[in-house]
């Protein structure tokens, strides 16, 4: 089955928003981005979004927020709302980071209750999941990924939704996963989606992310289960990211 490619940056916590415009007319030069063959979004800062509304109309590039709340308004100091990202037009949302899940207590229930709010707003939401070292040092890498799937699962009743499997290890480490451990892992994630929403699995893009950069990229894309990538590091330089682009 063929997918669409997707390319997503995470930019993370980088870069001001007076500097982020800046970034694209080098991309977009460098990388020849033909929308049609690739998808790209850069997942940046909350603060950036409203900035490059502009780019993102001229050029075709999605933008995303790197979490958001699963209520729509309230008493959530500090949190963003899935209303308040789709009043922007945006339509992709970064959930269940590994950064998130460690630092600030993200769990597998609050994913899941993101994953269903987004999914009920017709957005779709790019879930993160993967081991950690020390899981994967104990042979628990399918245990854990089956877990972290099944509890978003019943979550899944239809609309647009992209899996990104970022083994902690290998995320801003320079380690990365070899083609054929990441192949392994998406081929799981592939048939856990298929026992919840069938076939529909075979249209679901599952991205590789962790160190992933232009000279490794070709040799993870040639996987047959693997649609593309979440790029920390390497998204934030025009010239690596580009390059990652145009390979896919
Ligand atoms: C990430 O932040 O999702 C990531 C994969 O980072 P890096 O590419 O730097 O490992």
């Not at 997707?6 to 001001?16: D, I, P, R, S, V």
């Not at 958001?68 to 037009?89: K, N, R």
């Not at 597998?108 to 040092?137: F, H, Y």
Request: proline share 4%; net charge negative.
């Amino acid at each position: 089955m063929a997918r669409k490619p997707l390319m997503a940056g995470n930019w993370k916590m980088n870069k001001l928003p007076s500097e982020a415009a800046d970034f694209f007319p080098e991309f977009l030069e460098l990388s020849k981005w033909q929308k049609e063959q690739v998808d790209v979004v850069f997942a940046v800062p909350a603060t950036h979004l409203d900035r490059l509304l502009d780019i993102g109309e001229e050029s075709g590039i999605s933008f995303a927020p790197q979490n958001v709340h699963w209520e729509s308004a309230g008493a959530f100091t500090g949190e963003i709302s899935i209303p308040m990202i789709q009043d922007l037009g945006l339509n992709y949302a970064l959930v269940g980071h590994s950064e998130r899940r460690q630092y600030f207590a993200e769990t597998d229930e609050t994913v899941a209750n993101k994953v269903g709010t987004l999914l009920s707003a017709k957005m779709t939401p790019i879930i993160c999941v993967g081991e950690t070292q020390v899981e994967r040092e104990s042979d628990k890498t399918v245990e854990v990924i089956t877990r972290q799937i099944k509890s978003f699962a019943s979550k899944l009743t239809g609309g647009d939704f992209v899996v990104a499997y970022e083994p902690v290890w290998a995320i801003g480490t320079g380690l990365t996963a070899s083609q054929e451990q990441a192949q392994d892992v998406h081929a799981l994630i592939r048939r856990l989606l298929k026992e919840e929403i069938g076939e529909q699995a075979d249209t679901v893009r599952i991205l590789y992310g962790g160190s992933a950069k232009p000279a490794n990229i070709s040799g993870l894309l040639a996987q047959d289960d693997i649609d593309g990538a979440l790029v920390g590091g390497a998204s934030l330089k025009p010239a690596d990211f580009a390059a990652m682009v145009q390979a896919a």
